[in-house]
C-alpha cells in the first residue's frame, strides 16, 4: 500500500503566526489528498480535498484562507495554517487514496497554538 | 450529506470476550464501507472494506464486518478479543467513487488482560 509522510509530525507556533504541514506520498502518484482535523476524543474531521494542479475543494464551514492547501506535485500536498489562534491547536491528519479504494494515512501533525 | 455513527464511544472487554462495534451510516446513494483502527501511538490502517458482494466481510487479524443494506449499517465483530485488539476504530463511509471519506467518531475499545 501508499506509504504517506507527514512534516513536522508535532509543531508549536506562537498565536497569529502560520504554519505549513507538509504531507507526501512516497511510493504512489496521487491525484488527490484529503486533509482531515481530529479533536481529542472526536472523528476525524474531512477539512478539504486537495487536488493536484487546481484548487482545493473545501468542505463546508471550513474557512479556505485559514486553511491553505497547496497541491503542486503528484507526490506532495501541504497544509498551510495561516495567523494561527489556539483554537486551530488540533491534529492534522493528511490521507492519499488509491484506485483500489483504500485510505492510507499519514502518522498526523499535532499543532499546539500558544 | 453523509454521516456515519458509532453509538459505542468506549467498550472495556475482557480478554476472550465476544465484540462487536455498531456502525450506521445516512446515504442514499452506492457506498463504500470501511473500518479502520488507530492502535496507540500509530496512525490509522485498514482493518476490512467492503465494496460489493458477500455482505460478509472478514479482515486482518480476526475481524469481520456485516453490511446490512436496510439498516445502513455495518457493524463490526470478532468472536474472542485479545489484550492487542485495545485500540480506537473509526467506521469510515465514501461514496462509489470515492470522492470523500467520512468518518465517524471513533469506539475506543479497552481489552483487559
Known amino acids: 500500500g501508499a506509504v504517506v509522510s507527514q512534516h513536522p509530525s508535532r509543531v508549536i507556533c506562537k498565536s497569529g503566526t502560520s504554519v505549513k504541514i507538509e504531507c507526501r506520498s512516497l511510493?504512489?502518484?496521487?491525484?488527490?489528498m484529503f486533509w482531515y482535523r481530529q479533536f481529542p476524543k472526536q472523528s476525524l474531521m474531512l477539512m478539504a480535498t486537495?487536488?493536484?494542479?487546481?484548487?482545493?475543494?473545501?468542505e463546508q464551514g471550513v474557512e479556505k484562507d485559514k486553511f491553505l492547501i497547496n497541491h503542486a506535485s503528484l507526490t506532495l500536498s501541504t497544509l498551510t495554517v495561516t495567523s494561527a489562534h489556539p483554537e486551530d491547536s488540533s491534529f492534522y491528519i493528511c490521507?492519499?487514496?488509491?484506485?483500489?479504494?483504500?485510505?492510507?494515512f499519514g502518522e498526523g501533525s499535532r499543532l499546539t497554538v500558544l | 450529506a453523509q454521516s456515519v455513527s458509532q453509538h459505542n464511544h468506549h467498550v472495556i472487554l475482557s480478554e476472550a470476550a465476544s465484540l462487536e462495534l455498531g456502525c450506521n451510516y445516512s446515504?442514499?446513494?452506492?457506498?463504500?464501507l470501511f473500518w479502520y483502527v488507530q492502535y496507540p501511538g500509530q496512525h490509522l490502517q485498514l482493518l476490512l472494506k467492503?465494496?460489493?458482494?458477500?455482505?460478509l466481510v472478514k479482515g486482518i487479524k480476526g475481524f469481520e464486518a456485516e453490511f446490512i443494506k436496510s439498516k445502513f449499517s455495518f457493524n463490526l465483530r470478532k468472536p474472542s478479543v485479545q489484550w492487542s485488539d485495545t485500540a480506537e476504530y473509526f467506521c469510515?463511509?465514501?461514496?462509489?467513487?470515492?470522492?470523500?471519506?467520512?468518518f465517524g467518531s471513533g469506539t475506543k475499545l479497552n481489552v483487559k488482560p
Open positions: 490521507s492519499v487514496a488509491q484506485n483500489t479504494g483504500e485510505l492510507f
Open positions: 511510493d504512489f502518484q496521487a491525484t488527490t
Open positions: 486537495s487536488n493536484e494542479g487546481s484548487k482545493a475543494t473545501y
Open positions: 446515504y442514499g446513494g452506492t457506498v463504500n
Open positions: 467492503y465494496f460489493s458482494g458477500d455482505p
Open positions: 469510515a463511509v465514501t461514496a462509489y467513487n470515492f470522492n470523500k471519506f467520512y
